[in-house]
């Protein structure tokens, strides 16, 4: 099997079938196409016709970018299901199963398909860094508080990523946004959303920004939202060992 496959201005039936061997061999996805994407779940969204870049990962993870900013416009989390349909026009379709979620792209016209079939095993390793904070944390919980129990690393949620999930001693959830600088207000910002988002679906959540130290301003806004902060420095040697994840939800 080649490394790449690719097709130029595919027909639908080419589509299908390199769509089909992305599905079957793991391979990762990627569409060059003028498209028009719905999404029915929690909420329903149009957008409409434009050049955009589609990724399906092995994972299920599913992302459609448009020609600016770093964010998707549209995405499914690891653990969708992929397939594509041959209707008045290709469509491809993501469903995730758990909260039910169903996003449709319909391809008005493919520039490019191509299906990456790689090999990478690696893990990236930093130090001195927030992932290196969150091991800290696993590994010593009481850094933050006696009775702190973390559950996730990096757990996705509808508007972003969490960087620690855990719970408290009285049961209650506890978001942790970890910075290895001087915290500022758009850190406390991107906490307070975690939070209400959390808050929709769960009735206790507190969310406590970690970080060496606070800028005036974020300690302001922190106290006005109600939540909290512990000082911790990133610690300064590497660490090889991985935080255990515990299935929460």
């Known amino acids: 099997m080649p490394k790449v496959e690719l097709r130029e201005n595919p027909s639908p039936e080419e589509i299908k079938l390199l769509v089909d061997s992305a599905v079957s061999s793991e391979g990762v996805l990627t569409i060059f196409a003028r498209c028009r994407v719905h999404y029915d ?14 990724i399906v990962k092995p994972d299920g993870s599913f992302l459609i970018h448009q020609k600016e900013k770093r964010e998707p416009v549209n995405w499914q989390p690891p653990g969708s299901v992929v397939r ?10 993501s469903v995730r199963r758990k909260p039910r979620e169903t996003l449709e792209v319909e391809l008005e016209e493919v520039y490019l398909i191509t299906v990456f079939h790689a090999e ?7 130090t001195g860094s927030e992932a290196e904070m969150a091991e800290l944390i696993f590994e010593n919980p009481e850094v933050i508080e006696p009775g702190f129990k973390p559950l996730y ?14 719970v408290d001693r009285d049961g209650n959830l506890v978001v942790l946004e970890l910075k290895r600088r001087r915290a500022d ?10 939070v209400e988002t959390l808050r929709e679906e769960h009735e206790n959540v507190r969310g406590i920004l970690v970080a060496p130290s606070l800028t005036s301003g974020a300690k302001k806004l922190l106290e006005k939202e109600g939540l909290e902060f512990r000082k911790l420095e990133p610690p300064k040697r590497d660490r090889k060992s991985r935080g255990k994840q515990l299935k929460l939800f």
């Open 41 to 54: 779940g929690r909420a329903k969204s149009e957008l409409g016709p434009g050049d955009r870049v589609i």
């Open 84 to 93: 594509l349909e041959l209707r008045e026009k290709p469509v491809l379709v």
């Open 153 to 166: 690393r990096e757990k996705p949620i509808k508007h972003g990523i969490v960087d620690v999930l855990g």
């Open 185 to 194: 207000l758009h850190a406390v910002s991107q906490l307070k959303r975690y």
């Open 120 to 126: 990478d095993y690696e893990e990236l390793a930093l």
